[in-house]
Protein backbone atom coordinates (compact mmCIF):
# COMPACT_ATOMS: atom_id res chain seq x y z
CA UNK A 1 0.00 0.00 0.00
CA UNK A 2 1.36 3.60 -0.59
CA UNK A 3 1.37 6.04 1.28
CA UNK A 4 2.61 9.49 1.57
CA UNK A 5 3.33 11.45 4.67
CA UNK A 6 3.35 15.02 4.79
CA UNK A 7 4.86 16.96 7.60
CA UNK A 8 6.47 20.06 8.86
CA UNK A 9 3.19 22.83 8.14
CA UNK A 10 2.22 25.38 11.09
CA UNK A 11 1.44 28.71 11.73
CA UNK A 12 4.25 30.99 10.46
CA UNK A 13 3.99 35.07 10.16
CA UNK A 14 4.70 36.76 6.70
CA UNK A 15 7.83 36.89 5.67
CA UNK A 16 9.32 33.79 7.21
CA UNK A 17 10.20 29.94 6.31
CA UNK A 18 9.13 26.48 6.65
CA UNK A 19 10.58 23.53 5.73
CA UNK A 20 7.61 20.78 4.34
CA UNK A 21 8.66 17.03 4.08
CA UNK A 22 7.18 14.28 2.75
CA UNK A 23 8.50 10.21 3.81
CA UNK A 24 6.91 7.87 0.79
CA UNK A 25 6.43 3.94 1.72
CA UNK A 26 5.15 1.49 -0.60
CA UNK A 27 6.49 2.29 -3.84
CA UNK A 28 9.56 2.43 -5.51
CA UNK A 29 10.47 5.83 -4.59
CA UNK A 30 13.66 6.27 -7.04
CA UNK A 31 11.39 5.53 -10.17
CA UNK A 32 8.43 8.71 -9.16
CA UNK A 33 8.25 12.03 -9.70
CA UNK A 34 7.24 13.86 -7.02
CA UNK A 35 5.24 16.88 -6.82
CA UNK A 36 3.30 19.65 -4.38
CA UNK A 37 0.13 21.08 -4.66
CA UNK A 38 -1.65 23.02 -2.57
CA UNK A 39 -5.76 23.73 -2.07
CA UNK A 40 -6.70 27.06 -0.20
CA UNK A 41 -10.37 27.40 1.09
CA UNK A 42 -13.00 27.80 -1.82
CA UNK A 43 -10.34 27.30 -4.09
CA UNK A 44 -8.80 25.02 -6.27
CA UNK A 45 -6.55 22.43 -6.10
CA UNK A 46 -3.05 24.22 -7.58
CA UNK A 47 0.08 23.39 -8.71
CA UNK A 48 3.52 24.40 -6.42
CA UNK A 49 6.77 22.23 -7.19
CA UNK A 50 7.65 19.13 -8.89
CA UNK A 51 11.19 17.49 -8.89
CA UNK A 52 11.86 14.36 -11.84
CA UNK A 53 12.41 11.37 -10.69
CA UNK A 54 16.12 11.67 -10.74
CA UNK A 55 16.24 14.89 -9.28
CA UNK A 56 17.56 16.34 -12.73
CA UNK A 57 14.75 19.05 -13.23
CA UNK A 58 12.52 21.11 -11.29
CA UNK A 59 9.57 22.78 -11.69
CA UNK A 60 8.10 25.82 -9.87
CA UNK A 61 4.40 27.49 -10.00
CA UNK A 62 4.93 31.33 -10.85
CA UNK A 63 3.43 32.57 -7.22
CA UNK A 64 5.92 30.51 -5.89
CA UNK A 65 9.33 31.03 -7.82
CA UNK A 66 12.37 32.33 -6.58
CA UNK A 67 10.91 31.82 -2.87
CA UNK A 68 10.26 27.63 -2.64
CA UNK A 69 12.49 25.37 -3.26
CA UNK A 70 11.77 21.41 -3.78
CA UNK A 71 14.52 18.66 -3.39
CA UNK A 72 14.90 15.05 -2.85
CA UNK A 73 16.50 11.81 -1.53
CA UNK A 74 16.40 8.95 -2.61
CA UNK A 75 17.65 7.26 -0.04
CA UNK A 76 15.44 8.42 2.23
CA UNK A 77 12.60 8.15 0.21
CA UNK A 78 11.74 11.70 1.58
CA UNK A 79 10.86 15.13 -0.74
CA UNK A 80 11.01 18.02 0.66
CA UNK A 81 9.87 21.75 0.41
CA UNK A 82 11.97 24.78 1.25
CA UNK A 83 9.28 27.61 1.85
CA UNK A 84 11.06 30.84 2.42
CA UNK A 85 9.85 34.59 2.21
CA UNK A 86 5.95 33.70 2.96
CA UNK A 87 3.16 35.30 2.12
CA UNK A 88 -0.38 35.27 3.65
CA UNK A 89 -1.63 33.96 -0.29
CA UNK A 90 0.59 30.79 0.26
CA UNK A 91 -2.11 30.03 2.85
CA UNK A 92 -3.30 26.48 2.10
CA UNK A 93 -3.49 23.07 2.27
CA UNK A 94 0.29 21.10 1.25
CA UNK A 95 -0.40 18.00 -0.56
CA UNK A 96 2.55 15.72 -1.70
CA UNK A 97 2.08 13.54 -5.06
CA UNK A 98 3.84 10.83 -6.61
CA UNK A 99 3.72 10.14 -10.58
CA UNK A 100 5.16 7.46 -12.24
CA UNK A 101 8.20 8.49 -13.86
CA UNK A 102 6.71 6.38 -17.22
CA UNK A 103 4.51 9.35 -16.88
CA UNK A 104 5.55 12.74 -19.05
CA UNK A 105 7.56 15.13 -16.99
CA UNK A 106 6.73 18.26 -17.14
CA UNK A 107 2.59 17.85 -16.39
CA UNK A 108 1.32 20.58 -13.67
CA UNK A 109 -1.68 18.88 -13.79
CA UNK A 110 -3.10 17.10 -10.78
CA UNK A 111 -4.65 14.21 -13.08
CA UNK A 112 -0.82 13.23 -13.81
CA UNK A 113 -0.02 12.06 -10.31
CA UNK A 114 -0.69 8.55 -9.30
CA UNK A 115 -0.39 8.85 -5.79
CA UNK A 116 -1.47 11.85 -2.78
CA UNK A 117 -0.96 12.42 0.80
CA UNK A 118 -3.34 13.46 3.62
CA UNK A 119 -2.29 16.82 3.64
CA UNK A 120 -0.56 19.49 6.13
CA UNK A 121 -2.15 22.62 6.75
CA UNK A 122 0.50 26.12 6.19
CA UNK A 123 -1.05 29.47 7.78
CA UNK A 124 0.35 32.62 7.06
CA UNK A 125 -0.08 35.72 9.28
CA UNK A 126 0.15 39.08 8.19
Known amino acids: QVQLVESGGGLVQAGGSLRLSCVASGLTFSTYHMGWFRQAPGKEREFVSAIRWSGGSKLYGDSVKGRFTISRDN ?9 NSLKPEDTA ?34
Not at 75 to 83: G, P
Not at 102 to 122: A, E, K, L, P
Open 75 to 83: AKNTVSLQM
Open 93 to 126: VYYCSAASKFRVWGSRNRSSYDYWGQGTQVTVSS
